[in-house]
């Protein structure tokens, strides 16, 4: 089904292979190991500080990244193996910018947050860091599955990396905001700046590939796969780089907890919202998800167990009516063709959660949080300001995000619109034989001409 339009002989192999050398050179110059890493410099410091091998951040830290790691390469893209016929682009794809992003991200946030002595210093903590610029690609990827070329979805990630790395740098280091599990600068950037994208390539002619864009029974239950990954490791995901001690602990335990309510309300509400009373699939894979989304930014605050569980019990409800009601709206009114509903998933839960850290950091005291204080809000600790004005700056980066988030996917959306990337006809969108050779399709079209050629063989004799 490959056409001169969509052949990725040559534009693929030279574009992986132009930025694989060009980070491989950047690497050379800028990247070294960090003082936990390299030989010479751990085993001074344990010589100096009377350390262990054991205590190195490794052993604290690389659970959490394999758990991560495991989210971002087999939890999205499974998620995303709904559609009958875009499997393999759903998780080959979903690899490829993957193993991009990281790279990239790495660099591009070495260079806001990692410099040191003109050097990016990387370890494990980098490696997690790497990980959440990759999911907000992923992300973004969700809203325009199925409509564009893999070398459309390698510069649509080069430059939301970049983006992303902005605003985390302008949120956690210019306005000093909480954000462990990345309710804003990961799952609100990523959603709403793969909408603008999506938006952008509106395709007007799409229901001419409307039998493509659904599921077959096979098809979501793989898709499951993904949802049980993701919700099982959610929790790492969002305590992932929080402090050691009582606050990775309670963020891991609120992340548990909104998660197990958010999955009831979802199927509670998927079941009311449907006139025969029967589950969505679409539902049930995506929605039960929203409460790890809207308790990532509050996760590591005060939030108390019963707290979460009534964020993750809105969570479900508005992602579960966002897909059933929102949704048709967006694609019939505004035009934003949304093929996972990232909109319902990450960006209002993203933006719940974001209004949910900006109360709970409003309220912060002393009382409640002890000397633990410090480690959260430590500005509030010091006295350097008042839990309210911490507020105001959560709430103030929940506005920047969206500002960066819809102006750079309004300029990426447009560059990607540019005729040059091999992106498919509106007539074979969710396709994987356009850029993949699929087993059998050569057998079945074979099969398919005997069986027609037999036909007409039988209506001339008859």
């Not at 493509?212 to 793989?222: E, G, T």
Request: aromatic residues 12%.
């Amino acid at each position: 089904m490959t056409n001169a339009v969509t052949n990725m002989r040559l534009k693929l192999p030279v574009v992986c292979i132009i930025l694989e050398i060009i980070l491989i050179i950047l690497f050379g110059v800028l990247v070294q190991y960090d003082q936990e890493t390299d030989a010479k410099q751990w085993h001074k410091k344990m010589s100096n500080q009377s350390l262990s091998n054991y205590d190195n951040d490794f052993y604290y830290r690389y659970p959490s990244f394999q758990d991560v790691h495991v989210m971002i390469f087999i939890g999205f893209g499974f998620l995303m193996t709904f559609l009958q016929r875009y499997g393999f682009s759903s998780v080959g794809f979903n690899f490829l910018i993957a193993a991009f992003s990281l790279q990239w991200a790495t660099l591009m946030q070495g260079f806001l947050h990692g410099m040191h002595g003109g050097k990016i210093h990387i370890g494990v903590e980098s490696m997690i860091n790497a990980d959440f610029a990759t999911g907000s690609v992923l992300i973004s990827f969700g809203a325009v599955l199925g409509k564009t070329s893999p070398i459309q979805l390698l510069v649509m990630a080069m430059f939301e990396v970049t983006l992303f790395a902005v605003n985390e740098f302008i949120l956690l280091s210019v306005l000093e905001a909480k954000d462990a599990g990345g309710s804003m600068t990961i799952h609100t950037f990523g959603a709403y700046f793969g909408l603008v994208v999506a938006r952008v390539l509106y395709r007007p002619n799409l229901e001419k590939s409307k039998s493509r864009n659904c599921s077959v029974y096979h098809s979501d239950l793989f898709a499951m796969i993904g949802t049980i990954y993701l919700w099982m490791f959610w929790p790492s995901f969002n305590s992932a780089i929080t402090a050691h001690g009582d606050d990775q602990h309670r963020t891991a335990m609120n992340t548990y907890y909104s998660l197990a309510a958010c999955t009831l309300a979802t199927y509670g509400l998927s079941a009311l919202t449907a006139h025969d009373g029967k589950l969505d699939m679409v539902h049930i894979q995506n929605a039960a998800l929203a409460g790890g989304v809207a308790v990532g930014t509050a996760g590591e605050m005060m939030l108390t167990p019963f707290g979460s569980m009534i964020v993750g019990f809105l969570a479900g409800t508005i992602s579960v009516l966002g897909f059933k009601y929102l949704s048709p709206i967006l694609e019939n009114k505004l035009k934003i063709q949304d093929t996972c509903g990232v909109h319902n998933l990450h960006g209002m839960p993203g933006v719940l959660g974001a209004i949910v850290g900006a109360v709970t950091a409003a309220v912060a005291t002393k009382d409640v949080y002890g000397d633990g204080l410090e480690d959260v809000f430590p500005n509030i600790h010091s006295g350097d300001i008042e839990a309210s004005f911490q507020g105001v700056r959560q709430a103030i980066s929940l506005a920047v995000t969206l500002g960066i988030a819809l102006l750079g996917g309004l300029i990426v959306g447009f560059i990607l619109k540019l005729p040059i990337y091999g992106a498919p006809p509106d007539t074979i969108c969710f396709e994987d034989s356009i850029y993949w050779e699929v087993p059998g399709e050569e057998e079945h079209l074979d099969e398919l001409t005997a069986v027609r050629a037999a036909d007409e063989a039988e209506k001339l004799n008859s």
